[in-house]
């Protein structure tokens, strides 16, 4: 068979996508027909830029939800005579091609980038949603009580946001690290944030329906330290919730990198929200301060935390990419695309595509994430 | 003034003794204490050895003895074994135990031996600094002007056509980390078979293979345009859109203030009023981002010289993790630490300075 041309092997990647496009087209013309009703995120659609950013976006979502039926090859199989193939050599035999060439294994580089981006997108935005947890938790009585818990968990944050991103990495990210237990300690520490946040978010709500308050509570709780006991733990006795050693490893700092930055712009907003007639009405009433803190300042700061938390996702997206790109990422057989750029890179001035085919997916993304923020941004001020 | 600087300065300094001592601690877990002993004594000892090992060159004992020794302010540990040959942290070399020091940390300026390079620590941290010092002028000199003029050129008329075309760049280059702009840089400037390389060998307009070299080892040496520039722009371009995103928003600002409208009124030509009344204002935000952003470039400079081969600083902290050299990694943190903090003084200091709106105290 004859390699493929240029124009080929795009026709051919664009037909492999074709569950992305039908998920996309349905997306958009659906929320095009529903925008008025459907607040800031119908808003986004008045946008280019936001909307640009939303698409480019959930092309990579769809991308990693439908990874399995895209790919040509399994990710990790190294098939013989392919080694640095480059883009469009067919496959003897099977009337197939590598689309986008083999890497350094023999393995095909467009179905690792399209597995990567799975990898990639569930870590990140779980980790931003940790970290969120976490900053907010924290940040809010920083901001509202003030004071020396303020101090304190200032002082905290800035220490951390002192250490060098990488230098922290190559610390916490070590295989000699793992056997010492300190990033269980951590773990233990960070994943207990979101069992809290949610409680406490309930409770202040339903306290004073004590039926209703049980009910939610208990549930959450019950769920909560069933998954926290897995996740940090490994201690599930049904074996749900558990996580690879290694993953919790890079999870677990790339969380801890984050949360501090949300404290301060949380703790910011809120000093800045605090003097509000409605913070004032509720104090009158006699509520209580948790109350106040997640029920009536948190959904008035939603608008910049939402585009934070956008802006987050791609810069946890780019610190996942550094740690592969040092070689501490989740394992060295995983797609992911930092650790592909990687290993590609060795050999970049003679056979370029293994490390730029993920150097453009996961610039993309970020561009992607960029542009979103940037629309809700110029959406959410206008009203 | 002076009170709030000497309240920074002592935040400061409690800083840089936790973090100096988060990283001591994590340096010298017992892990990488018994990775230490297997390199530097011999691979096949047994966990006795090991243990005995670790003791006997004074790693053993409470975390925060050793850290005071490793600071200075706890005297050197000092060990005798049977033969009668005594032996401490700070007899080394020609110096006998009868006239070594009793403190040796690096408060008095022992940053002990590297055990990759074989060679003092504060040797192989200075003659690196200075290498990545070159990468850092260079960077700063493109990254700075570049940002700003891109930044006070889309601020001055908000919305216009250069707004849209000159914040979308920056946006693309704020998302592009510096290991896929370096990795871009190369297949497209330094690359035998892809990029504009061969079609110019092609045309006979370059010598050699690629118009770039694609690594910077001979930079080390000597410095020319074709060994710096793709490092240098890597790094630049991530700063470049962050800086000239937040110059742009302070433009924009100060665009609308009232004294701009009076100057506009007065009759003083557009430009003027860019130079003489916005400019000013305008540049007291970035000058903060600006500082906050050297230890941002930091983490470009250990990418850029990992992905160069650049052996600089970046490179020695990437060499002193991956192989266990404590002492070294410590430095490194503790300049790396040094860096962040005094330039977040300095932003903080300067920008009370530049702005005569602030009063402290």
């Not at chain 1, 399995?68 to 003897?92: H, R």
């Not at chain 1, 003030?146 to 200032?154: A, F, I, M, N, Q």
């Not at chain 1, 907003?269 to 509720?282: F, W």
Request: some cysteine; proline content about 5%; glycine content about 10%.
């Amino acid at each position: 068979m004859e390699p493929l041309s240029w124009p080929m092997i795009f026709a051919k990647m664009a037909v492999q996508f074709w569950p992305v496009w039908a998920a996309l087209v349905a997306t958009v013309v659906l929320s095009l027909q529903f925008r008025r009703r459907l607040g800031l995120y119908g808003k986004l659609f008045d946008s280019t830029v936001g909307m640009t950013g939303f698409v480019i976006v959930m092309f990579w979502v769809f991308t990693a939800i439908f990874a399995d039926m895209i790919i040509t090859y399994d990710p990790i199989a190294q098939l013989s005579g392919l080694k640095n193939a480059l883009p469009g050599t067919p496959v003897e035999g099977t009337g197939q091609w590598y689309l986008l060439g083999g890497d350094h294994l023999a393995r095909d580089v467009f179905s690792r980038v399209v597995m990567g981006a799975r990898r990639v997108l569930t870590i990140a935005p779980a980790a931003t949603v940790i970290a969120f947890m976490v900053g907010i938790t924290l940040g809010l009585p920083a901001g509202y009580f003030g004071g020396r818990l303020d101090t304190g968990l200032s002082f905290i944050a800035n220490l951390v946001l002192a250490f060098p991103v990488i230098l922290l990495f190559y610390l916490l990210v070590t295989p000699e690290i793992r056997s010492t237990g300190v990033p269980i300690a951590l773990a233990a520490v960070l994943f207990l944030f979101p069992v809290i946040f949610v409680s406490v978010l309930l409770n202040s709500r339903f306290f004073t329906t004590p039926a209703k308050r049980n009910l939610y509570v208990g549930v959450s709780l019950a769920i909560g330290l069933w998954a926290y006991s897995g996740l940090a733990f490994n201690a599930d006795p049904t074996g749900i919730w558990s996580m690879d050693p290694n993953l919790l490893n890079v999870f677990v700092s790339v969380v801890f990198v984050n949360a501090p930055t949300v404290f301060r712009i949380v703790r910011g907003i809120v000093m800045d929200l605090k003097s509000r007639d409605y913070v004032a009405a509720g104090q009158t009433r006699g509520e209580g301060a948790w109350y106040i803190m997640l029920w009536e300042i948190l959904p008035n700061a939603r608008g910049p935390l939402i585009v934070d938390f956008c802006l987050r996702i791609g810069y946890t997206t780019i610190l996942l990419g550094t740690l592969g790109f040092f070689g501490l990422g989740v394992s060295p057989e995983s797609p992911d695309w930092g650790s592909t750029i990687d290993d590609g890179r060795r050999l970049l001035s003679i056979y370029p595509h293994p490390a730029v085919v993920p150097a453009l997916a996961l610039m993309s993304l970020v561009l992607g994430l960029n542009l979103l923020a940037d629309g809700l941004r110029e959406e959410s001020m206008r009203d | 003034m002076l009170p709030f600087l000497l309240r920074r300065v002592g935040v400061m300094i409690l800083t840089a003794l936790t973090l100096s001592f988060v990283v001591f601690s994590l340096t010298n877990l017992a892990p990488n204490l018994e990775k230490l002993a297997r390199t530097e004594g011999s691979v096949r000892m047994s966990d006795e050895a090991v243990d005995s090992w670790i003791i006997n060159n004074g790693h053993g004992g409470l975390m925060i003895t050793r850290y005071g020794q490793w600071l200075g302010v706890v005297p050197g540990w000092t060990r005798t074994d049977d033969k009668g040959v005594t032996r401490g942290r700070c007899i080394q070399g020609a110096v006998t135990a009868e006239d070594a020091p009793r403190f040796c940390g690096i408060l008095q300026g022992d940053w002990g031996t590297s055990t990759v390079f074989r060679e003092p620590v504060a040797k192989t941290v200075t003659d690196k600094l200075a290498s990545t010092g070159w990468l850092m002028l260079w960077v700063m000199l493109v990254m700075v002007p570049v940002s700003l003029i891109i930044g006070v050129m889309s601020g001055m008329r908000e919305g216009s056509r250069t707004d849209r075309v000159l914040s979308t760049f920056a946006i693309a280059t704020t998302a592009t980390p510096e290991y896929v702009s370096g990795v871009i840089l190369v297949v497209i400037f330094a690359s035998a078979t892809t990029g504009i390389s061969p079609i110019l060998a092609e045309w006979g307009w370059i010598s050699g293979r690629t118009l770039f070299l694609g690594t910077a080892t001979s930079a080390i040496d000597q410095i020319t345009f074709w060994n710096f520039a793709l490092p240098v722009m890597t790094i630049a371009l991530y700063g470049i859109g962050y800086i000239a995103r937040m110059t742009r928003a302070s433009m924009t600002e100060v665009m609308t203030q009232q004294y701009i409208r009076t100057a506009r009124l007065k009759g003083v030509a557009f430009h003027q009023v860019i130079v003489k009344h916005a400019l000013r204002n305008a540049l007291i935000a970035p000058f903060t981002v600006i500082m906050l952003q050297f230890p941002w470039l930091l983490n470009g400079v250990v990418i850029v010289e990992t992905l160069f081969n650049y052996k600089g600083f970046g490179w020695t902290l990437v060499q002193a993790a991956g192989n266990n050299d404590i002492q070294l990694l410590l430095a490194c943190s503790v300049v790396a630490v040094f860096v962040v903090l005094v330039t977040q003084l300095i932003s903080d200091v300067g920008y009370v300075f530049l702005n005569p709106r602030i009063r402290l105290s």
